[in-house]
């Protein structure tokens, strides 16, 4: 066994999922984000071919209302700030044990009660090893392909607001050593007012060893620049580039632009499920993922109310990998 995590399209023994708890965070958005919720973990599940979903409600309330909701998954009761366990929940390695990293609210910016212990909770109520390490990483900064290859972008990994005091080399030296990732890509920038500051899960995913994902500008794209500059560094690092149709300019109810992207699929044992957000390339965007991933499902599913959040179906989850 190695230290690398898997890469996502590995076979999963389950997945944690977030499932929206707080009412004075989503306000008028919280049904509709926990049926968007439930649809994903449904797509997941895919009625037993697919993978045990394990839906973590932070109260009694929000647990009774998933159990309703959602009757085929297995249901969590842990206190956390929000649902976006693929930064706050551990990173379970090649070896079956887990690492869970320090968490500092993307920044600084949203200091939530129980986002910085949700990881080492989860692990212990799975009966995984965690091993605590003493730096800030988020899990959707970075995306491997299981060879020890991994990809991230500088906006993030080397934003002062996470580790003031480590360098770039610091950074490489502890992705190989807390998770064995030894070939590090950097790309620059992130998407337009991501407040997590450039996770490359909106950006960019590995879809196969050493073939990259990216998004092709669509018109009036507020971050064609940002694919311009990914897919000259991934190509100049030796990594095949395939392109995604992106979704383009997307507004929120008060007309600025958000970070929507169909890059933030989550790869499941039966099915891949895409985020759409009723965009003239939804359906284009799919069908590129389908040819990707041929011996899967490929699920496109609105996230709207998620993403009024922030993220969507792969900033909610995090997989157990089968080790």
């Known amino acids: 066994m190695t230290l690398t995590p898997p890469p996502e399209w590995a076979p ?167 998770l064995g990732l030894s070939r590090v890509l950097w790309l620059g920038n992130g998407l337009l007012n991501d407040h997590t500051d450039g996770h490359v899960d909106n950006l960019a995913r590995f879809v196969g060893e050493n073939r990259l994902a990216l998004p092709e500008a669509a018109d009036n794209d507020p971050n064609w620049r940002v694919y311009q500059d990914a897919g000259a560094r991934a190509e100049a690092f030796g990594v095949e580039v395939v392109r995604i149709p992106s979704p383009g300019r997307v507004l929120n109810h008060d007309e600025e632009i958000i970070p929507a992207s169909y890059m933030n699929f989550y790869i499941g044992n039966a099915a891949v499920v895409v985020p759409m957000y009723g965009q003239p390339n939804d359906a284009a965007a799919v069908a590129a993922i389908q040819a990707l991933f041929p011996d899967r499902d490929v699920v496109g599913l609105r996230a709207d109310a998620i993403l009024t959040g922030g993220g969507s179906f792969h900033c909610i989850s995090q997989q157990i990998p089968r080790v």
């Open 12 to 178: 999963h023994d389950a997945v944690w999922i977030g499932f929206p708890s707080h009412p004075e965070l989503w306000v008028e958005d919280l049904e509709p984000a926990r049926e968007e919720v439930v649809a994903f973990a449904r797509a997941v599940h895919a009625d037993g071919r697919g993978e045990r979903v394990l839906l973590v409600a932070a109260d009694g309330e929000a647990a009774e209302a998933a159990r309703r909701m959602a009757p085929f998954a297995d249901v969590v009761v842990q206190p956390f700030g929000d649902i976006w366990l693929r930064d706050t929940g551990p990173i379970v390695t090649g070896d079956g044990t887990a690492r869970d990293f320090g968490f500092n609210g993307w920044g600084g910016k949203y200091d939530l009660e129980g986002d910085d212990t949700i990881g080492l909770r989860l692990a212990e109520d799975r009966g995984i090893a965690a091993q605590t390490c003493d730096w800030i990483l988020e899990g959707g900064a970075i995306d491997g392909d299981g060879t020890g290859l991994v990809v991230t972008t500088e906006q993030c990994l080397l934003n002062p607001n996470r580790n003031a005091r480590m360098t770039q080399g610091e950074i490489e030296a502890r992705l190989a050593s807390d």
